[in-house]
C-alpha cells in the first residue's frame, strides 16, 4: 500500500523525497504552515539588507540578474525586484523553442512593462533535437534541454559579465515536499541542479554515439567552474525564502496589474502557470505520469489545498478530472523533432513504471490505481485577462516560433496576441 498524506495528495513516491508524521501528514504540507507563522516584516527587511550590498553605484552595470520566461513567476519577481527593492537587473531567458504564441507575448510585456535589459539564449535547434532525442529515449525526458537550459545560462552570465548576485522565485523542493525550512535561506546549487532539475543526468552524461552528440554540443549547458564562482562570488537567492510564496494569488495580481496571460490548458486548471511552452504540461507531463504515477494537476491541487482553497475531495475530483487526458500537440511535437507518433509512443512506454501500470492488451496500459471515471471540469473561480485560448495544435502550427520580433504594447490589449506578432 502506497502511503499518502492525509491532508494533500502527495504519496511517498514523489521524486524529490518526502516524509511523513505520526499523523500521516507529509513533510510539505508541515513546511507549509510556515507561511502562517513566520514573521515576513522581518524576513523582508533581511532580503533587503542582503541585497543592498550588491547595489552598484556606476549606472553602466547591473545590481542583480533575474532569469524569466514567459510564464510561471517571472512577472513577479521582476515586479519585486524592479518595483519594491528598486534593483537594476539584467534579465535573462534560455529560449525553450517550445515556445506558444501568449508565452511569447508575455515575454515581450514583461520587458517592456518593467523596461529592463533582456539576454534570450537560443542554441542551435539542430543540437537542441538530438539532445531532445536522447533524452526521450535514454530518462523518458523530452524537457531536459529546457531545465538545464533555464538552470545554467543565468549563471553563465553572471560569471561572463560578473554581477554575482542572482534572483530567482521560489525553491521547488522547498514547495512541494519541505525539503527545507524557509529559516534555511537555501540558495541556489549545482547540486541541486543536478540532483532534482536534472534528475541526475549533467550535460556530459548525455553525451553518446546514440545521436552523434559531442563536448561541443553540450558546451551550452555546461555549469561554469567552480573557481569562477568563487572568484566573482556568484549566489543564488530565492525570493520564497523572503516573501510569503503564493502561486496562484500571485499570478491573479499580476493578471491585474500588468497584464500578464495565461491559457486553457488540456491536462489541468491552472491556466498561469505554464502557457509558454506546449510541451510543459502536454507531453513532458504526461511522462511525468507514466514514471512516477501523479502528474502537474497533482502539484497545483496540493498547493491550493495547502493554502485551503480547495478541500482534499476537490483535489481528488480535479485528479480525477484531469490526470488521464490526452495531451495536446503531440503531433506538432513529433513534426519539430522529426520521428513519428509510433516512435515516439514506444520510447516513452519505455520509462513506464511497472509498479503503477499494467499492459492489459498490446499497447494498451491501465494505471492500477486509476478506478473512477474523470468528473466535471472544477475551474478555480478566478477571473483570467487573456484573448482567445493558445493551447491548442491548430493555434501553434504556424510552424515553430523561435523567437518574436515584438509586440505592439500596451495596444496588445485591443486584438489578439498573434495578430500582432512577427517571427523570425
Not at 98 to 103: K, L, S, Y
Amino acid at each position: 500500500m502506497v502511503k499518502q498524506c492525509t491532508r494533500c495528495l502527495y504519496t511517498e513516491n514523489h521524486p524529490l523525497g518526502i516524509t511523513f508524521d505520526d499523523s500521516g501528514v507529509c513533510s510539505g504540507c508541515l513546511i507549509h504552515e510556515e507561511k502562517d507563522t513566520l514573521d515576513w516584516q522581518g524576513r523582508w527587511t533581511e532580503l533587503e539588507e542582503l541585497v543592498a550590498s550588491y547595489k552598484t553605484k556606476n549606472s553602466n552595470n547591473y545590481d542583480c540578474i533575474v532569469p524569466v520566461s514567459g510564464a510561471k513567476d517571472s512577472f513577479f519577481v521582476l515586479h519585486t525586484v524592479v518595483n519594491k527593492l528598486k534593483l537594476r537587473p539584467l534579465v535573462v531567458s534560455y529560449n525553450k523553442l517550445f515556445n506558444t504564441p501568449v508565452g511569447i507575448a508575455n515575454l515581450a510585456r514583461l520587458r517592456i512593462a518593467f523596461n529592463v535589459d533582456f539576454h534570450l539564449k537560443t542554441v542551435d535547434p539542430r543540437i537542441v533535437k538530438r539532445i531532445t532525442r536522447r533524452s526521450i529515449y535514454a530518462h523518458g525526458n523530452p524537457y531536459w534541454h529546457c531545465l538545464a537550459g533555464e538552470t545554467v545560462f543565468p549563471v553563465q552570465v553572471a560569471v561572463l559579465m560578473r554581477i554575482p548576485l542572482i534572483i530567482w522565485g521560489a525553491h521547488q523542493g522547498l514547495e512541494q515536499v519541505g525539503m527545507f525550512s524557509h529559516l534555511h535561506n537555501v540558495e541556489m546549487s549545482r547540486r541541486f541542479r543536478k540532483d532534482h532539475d536534472l534528475f541526475g543526468v549533467e550535460a556530459n552524461d548525455l553525451i553518446s554515439d546514440f545521436d552523434n552528440l559531442s563536448d561541443d554540443d553540450m558546451l551550452n549547458y555546461q555549469y561554469p567552474a567552480f573557481s569562477d564562482i568563487e572568484e566573482i562570488g556568484v549566489r543564488g537567492v530565492y525570493l520564497g525564502n523572503y516573501v510569503r510564496w503564493d502561486p496562484y494569488a500571485q499570478h491573479v495580481k499580476m493578471v491585474e496589474d500588468f497584464g500578464y496571460q495565461g491559457m486553457t490548458l488540456s491536462r489541468t486548471f491552472d491556466e498561469y502557470d505554464h502557457a509558454d511552452c506546449f510541451v510543459y504540461s502536454n507531453l513532458h507531463d504526461l511522462l511525468k505520469l507514466y514514471k512516477h504515477g501523479y502528474s502537474k494537476v497533482t502539484d497545483q491541487v496540493c498547493r491550493e489545498i495547502r493554502f485551503g482553497r480547495l478541500t482534499r475531495q476537490q483535489g481528488q475530483e480535479l485528479v480525477r478530472a484531469y490526470e488521464m487526458k490526452e495531451p495536446d500537440n503531440m503531433a506538432l511535437f513529433c513534426e519539430w523533432l522529426g520521428v513519428d507518433q509510433r516512435s515516439l509512443l514506444f520510447a516513452m512506454n519505455r520509462h513506464r513504471n511497472r509498479s503503477l501500470w499494467r499492459e492489459s492488451a498490446p499497447d494498451q496500459w491501465e494505471k492500477k490505481d486509476f478506478g473512477m471515471a474523470p468528473k466535471k471540469d472544477l475551474r478555480l473561480n478566478v477571473p483570467l485577462r487573456y484573448s482567445g485560448n493558445f493551447g491548442t495544435e491548430k493555434s501553434c502550427s504556424d510552424k515553430f516560433i523561435t523567437i518574436g520580433k515584438g509586440v505592439d504594447w500596451p495596444a496588445i490589449e485591443d486584438r489578439k496576441v498573434d495578430e500582432q506578432l512577427s517571427w523570425l
